[in-house]
């Protein structure tokens, strides 16, 4: 007398085999989904930190006042990059600078100073004036734009270009 009432042990134990490597292969690609989502999240941050460094800049350079002695500029490691006049709100007109400090882009106005970008070696300055881009000058008068290439530990330089404004002719 035969009973096919239930699984054997081998089907069973192939069951279990089975559904654990399901399970694996699901555990995997939860993992990998976890990390690139984490990833995506960091390469978000890093792609709004540049934007807000973007448009407070271009603000700021947009304002800029000419004359003779209102801009300097310098390729730096360290110490102070861009420092310029800029006119509008709040104080009406105010010295905006930009320096390097211990790897941080900073930008000191007045006695308000704020971190625009963290882990950053070095700034390079080029500026356009009368229509040729040359370095940048301590001192000069206002140019007509300014590029900043900003190169940090571990990624690729950044190039930001900007229109300098409210020059007076």
């Given at each position: 007398m035969t009973h096919d009432d239930g699984f054997t042990l081998v089907e069973l134990l192939v069951a279990l085999a089975?559904?654990?490597?399901i399970a694996t292969m699901g555990v995997a690609l939860l993992g990998g989904s976890v990390r690139a989502q984490d990833a995506n999240r960091r390469h978000l941050?890093?792609?709004?930190?540049?934007?807000?460094?973007?448009?407070?800049?271009?603000?700021?350079?947009?304002?800029?006042?000419?004359?003779?002695?209102?801009?300097?500029a310098a390729d730096a490691a360290?110490?102070?990059?861009?420092?310029?006049?800029?006119?509008?709100?709040?104080?009406?007109r105010e010295i905006v600078t930009l320096?390097?400090?211990?790897?941080?882009?900073?930008?000191?106005?007045?006695?308000?100073?704020?971190?625009?970008?963290?882990?950053?070696?070095?700034?390079?300055?080029?500026?356009?004036?009368?229509?040729?881009?040359?370095?940048?000058?301590?001192g000069g008068s206002t140019p007509d734009a300014v590029e900043l290439t900003v190169e940090?530990?571990?990624?690729?330089?950044?190039r930001l270009v900007f229109v300098v404004g409210a020059r007076s002719q």
């Amino acid at each position: 007398m035969t009973h096919d009432d239930g699984f054997t042990l081998v089907e069973l134990l192939v069951a279990l085999a089975l559904f654990g490597l399901i399970a694996t292969m699901g555990v995997a690609l939860l993992g990998g989904s976890v990390r690139a989502q984490d990833a995506n999240r960091r390469h978000l941050a890093r792609v709004d930190e540049v934007g807000r460094v973007v448009n407070l800049l271009a603000l700021d350079l947009g304002s800029a006042t000419g004359g003779p002695r209102t801009f300097s500029a310098a390729d730096a490691a360290s110490g102070p990059v861009l420092s310029f006049t800029r006119v509008g709100p709040p104080s009406g007109r105010e010295i905006v600078t930009l320096r390097l400090d211990q790897g941080s882009l900073l930008r000191v106005s007045g006695a308000r100073t704020e971190t625009l970008l963290r882990g950053v070696s070095r700034v390079t300055v080029r500026q356009r004036v009368k229509g040729l881009w040359g370095r940048a000058e301590a001192g000069g008068s206002t140019p007509d734009a300014v590029e900043l290439t900003v190169e940090r530990v571990g990624l690729a330089p950044l190039r930001l270009v900007f229109v300098v404004g409210a020059r007076s002719q």
